[in-house]
């Protein structure tokens, strides 16, 4: 088993769904990470919190065992995101971006955490995923997520950060506008030529395609039949990804990221049916182990 380094936001959400809304509740993008990647593997976070960022809302990670020695608490409010999703649950409208602390956000890494085997670089801006790059010594595996604003204001330092990853994670839309593909398909083969030694594009209910220089590998999302919240599915789906890799220290191996997806699939599941982190955080092993019994059941011929 190895460690896993994640750097991305830690924030706070106002989010609107048909199922009803929440005011400043728990999110960012390293919370929903480390708190399902926590289950696998142990997990250092490296971010910045405002003066408002409650003890109790800390400890949702330090009770998981998660290191937040890496965590900067600076003089101002934390990052704020408020969204609504109507209709298209798959795509959330945003309503306000408050970047507060985030906005001057400058990642330094501890000596201990310069070490981390597994690195995940959360949607951060890709020139701060190039200092942390910069920080890292010997990785055996790097991951990296990304947004449609990065794509579309700065991609050549984005496409740098690419160029030294190992597995990329993105949504449909954001693998259409790197690469100009409407197919998933298509877009993954494009992606690869672009750094990544395999490529994970995240497709909300229709699942995944995993794309390695070997195969392909699709997947449908488990079903639920009431989503209340898809915010940070993403985020879960990418912390089981990289604690199922960091629990096995197999590396790229194939069956380990398909293993990895398949765990990436159950946890956002679960991600999905309450605001927030609330689901995730009453969650068990053996919940994780009776749906993952019953999505093998579900896609097996």
Request: proline content about 4%; charged content about 20%.
């Amino acid at each position: 088993m190895s460690d896993i380094l994640v750097v991305g936001s830690l924030a706070y959400d106002s989010v609107k769904t048909p199922a009803g809304q929440v005011d400043r509740a728990l999110g960012g993008s390293a919370n929903y990470f480390a708190v399902v990647a926590s289950m696998f593997a142990p997990v250092k976070v490296v971010g910045v919190v405002g003066e408002d960022y409650a003890a109790s809302d800390l400890a949702v990670l330090t009770s998981r065992g998660v290191d937040v020695s890496g965590l900067q608490k600076k003089s101002g409010k934390t990052f704020h995101w408020a969204g609504a999703y109507d209709g298209d649950m798959n795509e959330a409208q945003t309503l306000a971006t408050e970047l507060n602390v985030f906005a001057d956000f400058n990642p330094e890494l501890p000596a201990t955490h310069r070490q981390a085997r597994y690195v995940f670089l959360a949607n951060i801006d890709p020139e701060l995923q190039l200092k942390v790059l910069d920080q890292v010594e010997r990785p055996r595996l790097v991951g990296m997520d990304t947004m449609n604003f990065w794509i579309s204001s700065k991609l050549p330092a984005l496409r740098k950060v690419m160029e030294r990853i190992d597995v990329l994670l993105i949504n449909e839309k954001e693998g259409e506008l790197l690469t100009g593909k409407t197919n998933a398909i298509a877009a993954s083969l494009e992606l690869m030529k672009m750094g990544p030694k395999a490529v994970v594009i995240k497709r909300g209910e229709y699942g995944f395609v995993l794309r390695t220089a070997e195969e392909f590998f699709i997947l449908p999302a488990f079903p639920v039949a009431e989503v209340v919240d898809p915010t940070g599915a993403g985020d879960s789906f990418a912390g089981a990804f990289f604690g199922t890799l960091a629990k096995s220290d197999a590396g790229l191996s194939v069956a380990a990221l398909k293993e990895a997806c398949v765990n990436g699939c159950l946890l956002a599941s679960f991600t999905v049916q309450d605001f927030s982190i609330r689901r995730l955080t009453q969650l068990t092993w053996a919940d994780v182990q009776e749906r993952g019994g019953a999505f093998e059941r579900i896609t097996r011929r």
